[in-house]
């Protein structure tokens, strides 16, 4: 058994995934990977991380209702989440709304941009070290 901590990364951009696996590389971590919240559900019910990096606006199942089912589960409901939302700049093009945001329990958010992954990064050092 492994003593190193683990990532969940749960993303449908092949592009920020990758991104991000080379810069949580730093943390010397487990990471691993999902496209869509059904299958980021299945992982983290099957081998729960020590952290989850969460997109809101993916297909099949989207960041809200992920995170939602994420924390109501006994298993999983202590897992920290960060949530990577561009739904702030997009709210008017999608079904999403304030409320949806805000009923959310994720424990860190942080605007899903060009260059969010410093911001990411320095959410992830803070809750690793935690």
Known sequence: ??????????????????LMQKKLK???CRIETAYDGDEGLKKARSNPPDLII????????????TCKELKADENCSEIPVILLTAVADHIADTSYTQ???MSIEADEYVPKGPDCSEQV??????????
């Open 1 to 18: 058994m492994s003593d190193k901590k683990s990532i969940l990364l749960i993303d449908d951009d092949p592009e920020f995934v990758s």
């Open 99 to 101: 409320h949806d945001a």
């Open 54 to 65: 969460l997109d809101v606006m993916m297909p099949v199942k989207d960041g809200f209702q």
């Open 121 to 130: 990064i320095e959410c992830v050092q803070d809750f690793l070290e935690a």
């Open 26 to 28: 730093k943390f010397d």
